[in-house]
T-cell receptor
């Protein structure tokens, strides 16, 4: 998976609690992305980063925040988890906007 | 804005049969087109992509897709499938040639013996 590690791989949390998912890359790629995958919706972009401390919103960013303090790490935070955020979350990386995106193995999050 | 529609959510076929997975897109600007494959419990892998040039693109494992601009389609085909092709397939578009992808809903291909 092109040197991408997502942690945790599985998590069950309660409604209203904060949750942070981590994506770590060893490729020194500039761009990092968070997608969520839901049945019938494919993958949808939540947030992406184009450099350290440089981030932007995707199409489903409400309820999520991100941070990137180092090139290799991109964190996705659910400030107060809701059941609608139960999903599989994928991190992806790319060297540039014009290069192939590589995906991590995903984090399955269940909010109960 | 761009969008992708995959016309079949599930496609069951028998081994060695041909298969076509359909993908249509809409966009107000020129886009690049991709097919990704997701095997069970894994991330997505790029299967093939159309950036420019020949409208017929091929993957190393026998899949091919044809870009049809007039019909705004990018259907994926394989003349003879194997059990190992069982996976979910995603069509995607992008205004750039690699990332910030917009995905379709996915098509589950199940190859039966």
């Amino acid at each position: 998976d092109a040197g991408i590690t997502q942690s945790p791989r599985h998590k069950v949390t309660e409604t209203g609690t904060p949750v942070t998912l981590r994506c770590h890359q060893t490729e020194n790629h500039r761009y990092m992305y968070w997608y969520r995958q839901d049945p019938g919706h494919g993958l949808r972009l939540i947030h992406y980063s184009y450099g350290v401390k440089d981030t932007d919103k995707g199409e489903v960013s409400d309820g999520y925040s991100v941070s990137r303090s180092k090139t290799e790490d991109f964190l996705l935070t659910l400030e107060s988890a809701t059941s609608s955020q139960t999903s599989v979350y994928f991190c992806a990386i790319s060297a540039d906007l014009d290069t192939e995106a590589f995906f991590g193995q995903g984090t399955r999050l269940t909010v109960v | 804005a761009q969008s992708v529609t995959q016309l079949d959510s599930q496609v069951p076929v028998f081994e060695e049969a041909p298969v076509e997975l359909r993908c249509n897109y809409s966009s107000s600007v020129s886009v690049y087109l991709f097919w990704y494959v997701q095997y069970p419990n894994q991330g997505l892998q790029l299967l093939l992509k159309y950036l420019s040039g020949s409208t017929l693109v091929e993957s190393i494992n026998g899949f091919e897709a044809e870009f049809n601009k007039s019909q705004t389609s990018f259907h994926l085909r394989k003349p003879s499938v194997h059990i190992s092709d069982t996976a979910e397939y995603f069509c995607a578009v992008s205004k750039t040639s690699g990332s910030r992808l917009t995905f379709g809903e996915g098509t589950q291909l199940t190859v039966n013996p």
